[in-house]
């Protein structure tokens, strides 16, 4: 049975704008420890500078949420505040101590990072499957839970399936979302690969990305070139932002099929549910 975030865990989660009306507390510095569940990997020095020099000249303005450990406290939420303070020079800093146990930690961390505009695709990636793996949910279920569209959710979670190269290129945002999904339609990962670099090496958009793969696709012999019709590339469209991946009509004069891809066995079930909601 999918497991929710439970009535605790949300309240927790609400509650988090309104931590001035709980105790705050003053910590040492050297007791704080990062999140080890932090989604978050990179922490843009640019931006991180600017939040150390409003917290020398302002201080910590929004306390830091922590729950106790065995070697001092841990962060729940607010890992760049308490890095400012670090950077600052601080001794100490305004935190919050809650009573959280290990998977209370995990969801708050993820549902936070969740709402920054800043995450990377990867990031939101992997925050998302994160939490479908820790709470035995589906994508549909996710996508409720986080107030996205389920679309949102599978067109993330197939970036996943990009190597780590390429990966790690989004995350330093030389690439693009649109870029990623572009690329997780090439089944060749070393072409992918060779893609990704071109990419990089000659700033080129989305629809210059679309065209080289496209191009680069073998050529079908022996096949009449079909006009297109613009009906059936509506009902494609339409079909693709339903299902969140790649959909094809074939037709002829007289019968058709239509395909629709999937990346893997989660990726085949989700679609099956969609298929049958109205059934």
Known sequence: MAKGLGKGVSNLFKDMSSIHDEHVQQLSVKDIRPNPYQ?????????LEELTASVKEHGILQPIIVRKSLKGFEIVAGERRFRAAKQAE???VPAVVRDLNDRQMM???????????????IEEAKAYETLMKKLEI????LAKKVGKSRPHI?????????SDAIQEKMSQKALTMGHGRALAGVKDTHAAEQFAEKVVKEGLNVRQ??????EAAPAKKDKPKQKTDPHLKHQETVLRERFGTSVAIRKNKHKGKIEIEFMSEDDLERILSLLGENG
Not at 39 to 47: A, L, S, Y
Not at 154 to 162: D, E, F
């Open 90 to 92: 601080l001794t100490h």
């Open 154 to 162: 599978a067109n993330h979670l197939r970036l996943l399936n990009l």
């Open 107 to 121: 969801e708050l961390s993820v549902l936070e990072n969740l709402q920054r505009e800043d995450l990377t695709p």
């Open 138 to 141: 589906s994508q549909d279920e």
């Open 39 to 47: 989604p978050r990997k990179i922490f843009e020095e640019i931006p």
């Open 209 to 214: 990305l679309e065209k080289l793969i496209s």
